[in-house]
């Protein structure tokens, strides 16, 4: 399975079948008049067979940027039927006050190529409630916002790998040269103490980077350009 990052929170899982989640299309001429940067380069010329969208915010569900036609699930709940099997969407929020602040965020989880997959999209609560721990179950690659503010950072997201115990920890939603209104993701470094493998490159093979549940690996994806 080879993981491709575009930005933000979008990723292309390549395997068997692609899997494309948080696309978005930014207008950054608009945000820099508000003083902030997304210089993140337009997604283009890429297909999926799953397109999932975790909250409808507008940097992360231009569903329209992707294409092949993919089954699209979108800020949802439940036991989902897809091409790439069973997508498991677990409810919760975008903020610490219940999602009165910013709304629901949906949890993905799906298996791809015998690696079980979760994308916690703008996930914000303090911490994962028992049920949602339990729901998602065991995993092997977790996606997971670090860059505090709108979302979890620094220890909590520690806390939270250290609940789900994956094999593999991809940072996204973070402060880079190419966005400039999140923090970096040293808090998270720094709070979580495991082994950083800083790419080169945006994309590489999941499989040529697990660690283990005791002693994961944290990939830091080179920014995309």
Do not use: C
Not at 49 to 58: A, I, K, P, S, Y
Not at 75 to 82: I, W
Not at 214 to 221: I, N, R, S
């Amino acid at each position: 399975m080879r993981i491709r990052w575009y930005g933000q929170s979008a990723f292309l899982l390549d395997g068997s079948k692609r899997v494309f989640i948080d696309p978005f299309e930014m207008d950054s001429s608009v945000l820099a008049s508000r003083g902030l940067r997304f210089d993140y380069p337009a997604i283009r010329d890429v297909e999926a067979d799953v397109l999932l969208v975790t909250h409808e915010h507008g940097d992360h569900n231009a569903v329209q940027v992707v294409g092949g036609s993919p089954e699209t699930l979108r800020s949802t709940a439940g036991r989902l039927d897809s091409a790439v099997g069973e997508v498991l969407a677990v409810s919760s929020e975008h903020d610490d006050a219940a999602g009165t602040q910013r709304g629901p965020n949906s949890i993905f989880v799906f298996t791809l190529d015998g690696l079980r997959v979760a994308h916690l999209g703008d996930f914000g609560q303090p911490a994962l409630r028992p049920e949602q721990q339990a729901a998602i179950g065991e995993v092997d690659v977790l996606f997971i916002p670090v860059g505090d503010g709108p979302t979890i950072g620094g220890q909590r997201a520690a806390d939270v790998v250290r609940a789900l115990r994956p094999r593999l920890v991809v940072p996204m939603h973070y402060r880079t040269e190419a966005l400039s209104f999140l923090d970096p993701p040293d808090a998270f470094l720094e709070a979580l103490g495991a082994k950083v493998e800083r790419l080169d490159g945006s994309e590489a093979e999941a499989e040529d980077l697990l660690g283990t549940r005791e002693a994961p690996t944290v990939a830091l994806f080179a920014v995309p350009s």
